[in-house]
């Protein structure tokens, strides 16, 4: 137990710089330094957000976990695998302010470790991490397999195409629960298999939307104009079309950062998500359930109002953004 | 019609096969196995090859596939020589007999050296005899004997060895026997030919207790998807009257908050509001023998979160095509002409609108499915997503196939629907 402390605790020092820069990313998609005119589409972009009041409120929700997350060992003297054997399943007071769960671990502290595992960090072994959390990650790279395929399959069309698409298409015919069932049945709990799970069961709809979009722009004359120039395929896909799809792709990646954390907890709910004694939500609030009716509701209720409020300050702020950008249009 | 009808059932029956190709796969790469999940870690190597053995876990993979959709007791005939018949006891247990030349069922046992012959009487009772006239010899020089145990196997007996067995009789724990036989072939019928096997967790058809299961998931979903969808349609339709307004925004937020909290954590909120504060309803569903339906009270909070859940997605999707309809230019004219606002509401403007939703929610289905599990897990109740889950985490093999399958023909099936209804309320459609 020693040793994961310390990991946890020398991980803290470089990786806020990390965070901020996926957090200008969320709210400045096309934050380009390059590019003269970057003011001025900052300050669009954020008057963007500000018009939206809904979005306001999802920004200080997002900010408020993302913030706990990262500074998670300054805000709690405890670690989230510290037991206290004395006070298993209190309530809320002044040694712990949410409570202790059945092992009498702290609760605010499993919680805003729970966090870091969604949001800063995706632990791979006991001892390594990387960067951006467990949700982030599956979103990304479904991301980058979803629209490589939907890239090829557009641009490319003829039999790659129809084969990619029936492909996807079973694949989006299997129930999404079965899929994680099987998936996670098999590769066994842990965080690079969540982000797996994500990947696959996310990889289909985005290809489709790139698919879509390619087939649009495809036609457009600065394609034609490359092709004319003799480009190579790769470069037309990922230069000429991809960025000039990027609007739609970047606003349904974030209502799916959203649905991978929804995922992510229904995981560890079902335990298939991280290993215990891992802080994950889901599993903690699977472990509080049997609880709940002796008396004891804190450890199942306060992960519960942790990831609903991320995921629904996700959404107010995806779908005000959304809004808004809709109306400037 | 009829075209593109039997173009997509054929697309369901191939979703099917590479599913449950795909099943067979997974499990079989993923580590661990159904004997360490069933009898616990400390079971000692022979009882788990015992075990996998007897049924017919050994074999390769590409078998027991095979064994699974078609069936094994062809195979077995052939190995035998004689009929094989599946018979169905009053007790409503399900026997495999051999029949023998003169059309007696019967089944083998090895006692020593000796074949003992049990020939079954039409009343049930068995008469046993010695039956040494059927072994014969193999190449390498020994004896050995194809038939029926008394466990639904097809066994070979090898002359003189007298294996020694570990049975695992489940509640009462292991019994060593002697006179096992060298091989297994478990006897099943084969899922095409409408038999998903036995479960490998509980020793029961699966078919029975998958009966069950599904029965209560229909009993939770069906009363979920009748109080949702007029509610859900109605107030998609009000907050779609006048965009942005205040009863717009409450609704349709509100809407969206129900809709992308987890399940899970909806089901534990009602929990402790309505069954640990207020204590109306009980918090867990505990149904033993009854029917869901027997206890109603106990239904209420996981209709409940289903139905949360789901209003959510069907008032956005609702909302979004009313504002679309409401800004359509025939709207404008229908106001222009003078005509009172409800009449062009209820006859304009309902009618058009309801045409998106009605379809996305059949394919939303794929999404309800994924709610019921998590709410059957949360509530304890006893319907097809807990068996399911159960299934995954014991590698049930014959249990999960069956249960994938039956996930598979509602997701794939209600998108049938949802294309065939699409077609008679929007006839402008046409699909060949």
Do not use: C
Request: no cysteine.
């Amino acid at each position: 137990m020693n040793e994961t402390n310390e990991t946890i605790d020398s991980a803290t020092g470089t990786h806020s710089a990390a965070v901020d820069t996926h957090a200008n990313d969320v709210i400045q998609p096309e934050h380009d330094v390059t590019r003269p005119g970057h003011w001025h589409r900052l300050r669009a972009g954020l008057s963007i957000l500000f018009a939206s009041r809904a979005a306001v409120v999802g920004l200080i929700i997002v900010l408020f976990w993302v913030s706990a997350a990262v500074l998670a060992p300054l805000l709690t003297p405890y670690t989230p695998l510290e037991q206290d054997w004395k006070a298993p399943n209190q309530g809320p007071s002044m040694a712990h302010p949410l409570g202790t769960d059945e092992l009498g671990r702290d609760l605010w502290s499993r919680l805003i470790y729970g966090a870091r595992v969604v949001l800063v960090i995706l632990p791979i072994s006991e001892s390594v991490w990387l960067p951006g959390g467990t949700a982030l990650w599956g979103v990304f790279v479904a991301l980058v397999v979803g629209t490589t395929l939907g890239l090829v399959s557009g641009y490319f069309g003829g039999w790659l195409d129809e084969v990619v698409m029936r492909l996807l298409d079973a694949m989006m015919a299997v129930p999404i629960i079965l899929l994680f069932l099987i998936i996670m049945a098999a590769l066994g709990a842990s965080a690079v298999n969540v982000v797996i799970a994500i990947t696959i069961v996310g990889t289909p709809g985005i290809a489709r939307l790139v698919r879509s979009l390619t087939l649009d722009i495809r036609t457009r004359e600065y394609v034609r104009a490359a092709e004319t120039r003799g480009e190579n395929p790769f470069y037309i896909m990922f230069a000429e079309i991809l960025p000039n799809a990027r609007g739609p792709i970047i606003v349904d990646a974030m209502l799916r950062v959203g649905y991978a954390i929804f995922a992510m907890g229904t995981l560890g709910f079902l335990g298939l998500g991280l290993p215990p004694p891992s802080p994950d939500w889901g599993s903690m609030v699977a472990k509080g359930r049997e609880f709940i009716l002796e008396g004891s509701p804190w450890a199942a209720l306060w992960p519960s109002v942790a990831i609903a409020s991320l995921v629904v300050g996700l959404n107010l702020l995806a779908d005000g953004l959304r809004e808004e950008s809709m109306r400037y249009q | 019609m009829g075209k593109f009808i039997v173009r997509r059932l054929v697309l369901l029956l191939l979703t099917m096969l590479l599913v449950s190709m795909a099943v067979f796969l997974i499990t079989e790469a993923s580590p661990g196995n159904v004997a360490r999940n069933v009898l616990g870690a400390f079971v000692t190597p022979e009882q788990e090859a015992s075990f996998l053995a007897q049924l017919g876990l050994d074999k390769p993979v590409w078998q027991r596939y095979v064994h699974w959709l078609f069936g094994s007791d062809w195979k077995a005939a052939r190995k035998i020589g004689l009929r094989l018949k599946r018979l169905v006891t009053e007790k409503g247990f399900v026997e495999w007999w051999a029949i023998d030349e003169s059309g007696r069922p019967v089944r083998w046992k090895l006692q020593g050296d000796d074949l003992v012959a049990e020939l079954r009487q039409p009343d049930g009772k068995t008469v046993r005899k010695i039956d040494n006239r059927r072994w014969e010899s193999d190449p390498q020089g020994g004896w050995s004997f194809w038939g029926v145990d008394n466990a639904n196997h097809a066994v070979r007996w090898q002359k003189g060895t007298d294996r020694k067995v570990w049975t695992f009789i489940m509640g009462s724990g292991w019994k060593q026997s002697s006179g096992g036989p060298e091989e297994y072939l478990p006897l099943k019928k084969g899922f095409i030919r409408g038999d998903p096997g036995e479960s490998l967790r509980t020793g029961r058809p699966v078919g029975d207790s998958l009966y069950v299961r599904l029965r209560n998931s229909l009993v939770l979903a069906g009363i979920a998807f009748v109080i949702v969808m007029p509610l859900a349609l109605f107030l998609g339709l009000l907050a779609g009257l006048k965009e942005g307004s205040i009863r717009d925004r409450v609704l349709s937020v509100g809407g969206m908050m129900f809709s992308v909290i987890p399940e899970f954590a909806t089901g534990i909120f009602l929990i402790l509001i309505v069954a640990v504060w207020w204590q109306l309803v009980p918090g867990a569903t505990v149904f033993g023998e009854k029917a869901p339906w027997e206890r109603p009270d106990m239904l209420i909070l996981p209709v409940l979160t289903l139905t949360l859940i789901e209003l959510g997605y069907v008032l956005r999707i609702t909302r979004a095509s009313m504002v679309e309809v409401m800004r359509s230019p025939y709207i404008r004219t229908a106001y222009l002409k003078g005509l009172p606002y409800w009449r062009i509401i209820t006859k304009h403007a309902v009618r058009n609108a309801l045409m998106a939703p009605i379809t996305v929610i059949m394919l939303h289905v794929n999404w309800l499915m994924g709610g019921i599990v998590i709410v059957e897990v949360v509530f304890g109740y006893p319907g097809l997503g807990k068996y399911l889950l159960d299934s995954a985490l014991y590698k049930d093999i014959n249990a999960l196939e069956a249960g994938a399958m039956i996930l598979v023909i509602v997701a794939v099936g209600t998108q049938l629907v949802a294309d065939i209804i699409y077609t008679i309320i929007n006839p402008r459609i046409r699909y060949t």
